[in-house]
């Protein structure tokens, strides 16, 4: 059973830094690229980030390139958001999805619960 | 920047079918996949690759996508199928959500 669980949420003051966390579980994590997607409070999903299987290659909304960083570590099945000079338009539940990439498709078939990021002073 | 236009909110009534649409310049010629959330929960894919739907999902999910639109129908809508519903694609080596689609079930 695939289960992938977030961790490191709370409250952060504008300017400051957050790590988010991600244990996988229930498949062979480094054949899968993973991804955080975000959902403010009563709004809808936004990407923020994907990283490869290999962990080669990455990808970036716009609205975090430069401040956040994504990482994964093959061999405790984790990911990583590493988050700096956040504002508090970055206040959203963070999911971490398990990715299917390939032939001009990308998807989320796998979702975690959730950990909430509030950003205010 | 590209963008994905789905209707706030769609109603139906149980055992009838509907479609939530998902419209983007030449979506076509992308792969649209479509999620489920229900209210504290996380979301759900139903359908992926336009039109395949995973396992576990009910067959009365089916998805289409032609030229500027992708479309979610669901055949004997239930009760239970009361959720928000995204689209999604990805392409320029971004991923773009839809706005949402709020399905009541009345």
């Known amino acids: 059973e695939v289960q992938l669980v977030e961790s490191g949420g709370g409250l952060v003051q504008p300017g400051g830094s957050l790590r988010l966390s991600c244990a996988a579980s229930?498949?062979?994590?480094?054949?899968?690229?993973m991804s955080w997607v975000r959902q403010a409070p009563g709004k809808g999903l936004e990407w923020v980030s994907g990283?490869?299987?290999?962990?080669?290659?990455?990808y970036y909304a716009d609205s975090v390139k430069g401040r956040f960083t994504i990482s994964r570590d093959s061999s405790k099945n984790t990911l990583s958001l590493q988050m700096n000079s956040l504002r508090v338009e970055d206040t959203a539940v963070y999911y971490c999805?398990?990715?299917?990439?390939?032939?001009?498709?990308?998807?989320?078939?796998?979702w975690g619960q959730g950990t909430l990021v509030t950003v205010s002073s | 920047s590209y963008e994905l236009t789905q209707p706030p909110s769609v109603s139906v009534s149980p055992g009838q079918t509907t479609s939530i649409t998902c419209s983007g310049n030449?979506?076509?010629?992308?792969?649209a996949s479509w999620y489920q959330q229900k209210p504290g929960q996380s979301p759900v894919m139903v359908i992926y690759q336009d039109t395949k739907r995973p396992s576990g999902i009910p067959e009365r999910f089916s998805g289409s996508n032609s030229g500027n639109t992708a479309t979610l129908t669901i055949s004997g809508t239930q009760a239970m199928d009361e959720a928000d519903y995204y689209c999604?694609?990805?392409?320029?080596?971004?991923?773009?959500f839809g706005g949402g689609t709020e399905l009541t079930v009345l």
């Open positions: 990283i490869t299987g290999s962990g080669g290659n990455t």
């Open positions: 229930g498949f062979t994590y480094s054949n899968y690229a």
């Open positions: 999604q694609t990805w392409g320029s080596s971004t991923v773009v």
């Open positions: 030449k979506l076509g010629d992308k792969y």
């Open positions: 999805a398990k990715t299917l990439h390939a032939s001009g498709s990308y998807y989320f078939d796998y």
